[in-house]
């Protein structure tokens, strides 16, 4: 199985990819479970804003209505499973995995590892490597989420979103 996520950093002229080969449940230690809805939205949220608290940064609560635009969202790509970005008002971090046994949690783990890739001091991603879903998960001005996970048509895997407000990721702006 392999994931692909994305995030949209405002005002950025090219969109961020990035690829992980390899990434498998023991790996990540997380095991496809049956979601409630309040499960669901718990592994969205917890590991983000345990990356929050590290660094001392407000806890994000969870928007109903920012729910219900990824819903939305998320049900259209469920069609082709693309990694198009919605380009809403939102910040955007966006998943897919092939397979259908990708959780929200390790799809966050997926964002929140490339704290590794970001240089405070000189506010970049090291070389080439991906930094910015991280850095909109630590926004500092960042206050509400919401997200979502669809599984994709024809088996093509699963495609998940988290959308942030207020946005993050401007251009010269320290996330923190």
């Known amino acids: 199985m392999n994931p692909y996520y994305f995030c949209v950093p405002l005002l950025l002229l090219s969109i961020i990819s990035s690829t992980t080969n390899g990434l498998t449940q023991q790996q990540t230690g997380y095991v496809m479970q049956k979601y409630t809805k309040n499960n669901l939205i718990q592994q969205f949220l ?43 008002p939102y910040g955007e971090n966006i998943f897919w995995g092939s397979g259908n046994d990708w959780s929200p949690a390790q799809a966050v783990s997926a964002w929140v590892g490339e704290r590794s890739s970001y240089n405070y001091w000189y506010n970049s991603c090291n070389g080439e490597q991906e930094c910015g879903h991280y850095t909109q998960i630590v926004w500092r001005e960042t206050r509400r989420i919401g997200c979502a996970k669809v599984t994709c048509y024809n088996g093509l895997g699963v495609f ?9 990721n401007y251009i010269g702006e320290r996330p923190y």
């Open 46 to 88: 917890a590991p983000q804003n345990a990356a929050r608290s590290a660094l001392r940064l407000k806890s994000l609560v969870w928007d109903k209505k920012l729910e219900n635009y990824a819903k939305w969202y998320a049900n259209q790509r469920r069609y082709d499973c693309e990694l198009r970005h919605s380009n809403g």
């Open 160 to 168: 998940m979103t988290c959308n942030y407000d207020p946005p993050g």
